[in-house]
């Protein structure tokens, strides 16, 4: 572990950095630097005001990374976000002219108010890490993350991501309001200018993808491989829902608990990663019966009960 003692005074030196920029919410940038260095994308769900766009402006100041931002709304074109060949006269050819995709930290902004076939542009870019226009096919920069951002209570105007879209996000968070102290710090600073324009850059994204490949050897006993099966399979049998965890969200889960684990100074994966976890990976991917929705019953209720009645595994052979 000496040999990775640097990467880890970093990882400390962008917490402190980012929660110097939102202030009160050390879980959720937890969250997003465990989806980083997991290789996921998050969706940022909550109201307006509360600091979305300046936590994500921070993450990409902070690894010295190309950051770009796409404001969606119904006119956006597909091709205004991957890109698209322009005719270039005097040349008399067609030049491929990048759109905001090619970039580190992609901000999409409100993802919601644009149009499905907008939406489905990103797909290609979130599993596959490439864009294909006029059957090319451009890789994107590593690394690459996406953070969506969209309104839970203003429907006039938006889109509903299909549930093929949602599972494409690693992770599902909300930021929430500040409570009264947090905000009233939050005042006193207003005057030394945006949070995103005071932080630090920390590192470089060439640091953050060796942190990428350090996660990928972090141990996963059997039993917990098991033990994540279980809950996923188990959220496909419940009564309550209609459409259960795919087999993406037991990778994608499997993936977040590696990096949540090697950013608390471990090797290996314990179950306690995993119950902290299930929440933002699994929730968004479930869809409800229309019973349950009735009754109020909401997917952090059944994934509480499903860790309850999952058996923790003890003994773990590592």
Known sequence: ????????????????????????????????????????????????????????KSIARTINGQFRRV????????????????????????????GPMMTNVLLVDEINRATTKTQSALLEAMEERHVTIEGETFMLPSPFMLLATQNPIEFEGTYVLPEAQMDRFM???????????????????????????????????????????????????????????????RTREHDQVLLGASPRASIALMQAAKAFAWLN???????????????????????????AKVEGIETADILYDILNQVTVPVRLGM
């Not at 969606?72 to 030049?95: A, R, S, W, Y």
């Not at 350090?214 to 996923?232: F, G, K, P, Q, S």
């Not at 100074?265 to 019973?291: A, E, F």
């Open 1 to 56: 572990m000496s040999a990775v003692a640097p990467m880890y005074s970093i990882i400390q030196q962008l917490r402190d950095s980012l929660q110097s920029s939102i202030l009160g919410k050390p879980l959720e940038i937890n969250l997003l630097l465990t989806a980083m260095l997991a290789k996921g994308h998050v969706l940022i769900e909550d109201v307006p005001g509360t600091g979305k766009t300046q936590l994500i």
């Open 71 to 98: 404001q969606c709304n119904p006119d956006l074109l597909p091709t205004d976000i991957t890109g698209m060949f322009i005719f270039h006269p005097k040349d008399q050819e067609f030049v491929f002219r990048p």
């Open 171 to 233: 992770m599902k968070i909300s930021l929430g309001y500040p409570d009264e102290m947090t905000e009233r710090i939050m005042l006193a600073r207003h005057v030394e200018g945006l949070p995103s324009e005071r932080v630090d850059t920390i590192t470089d994204v060439t640091v953050i993808e060796d942190m990428q490949r350090l996660v990928e050897e972090v141990h996963i006993d059997d039993a917990i491989l098991a033990y994540i099966i279980d809950i996923t399979r």
């Open 265 to 291: 100074g471990r090797d290996y994966v314990s179950p306690d990663d995993v119950k902290v976890l299930v929440r933002y990976v699994l929730g968004h991917r479930l869809v409800l019966t229309i019973d």
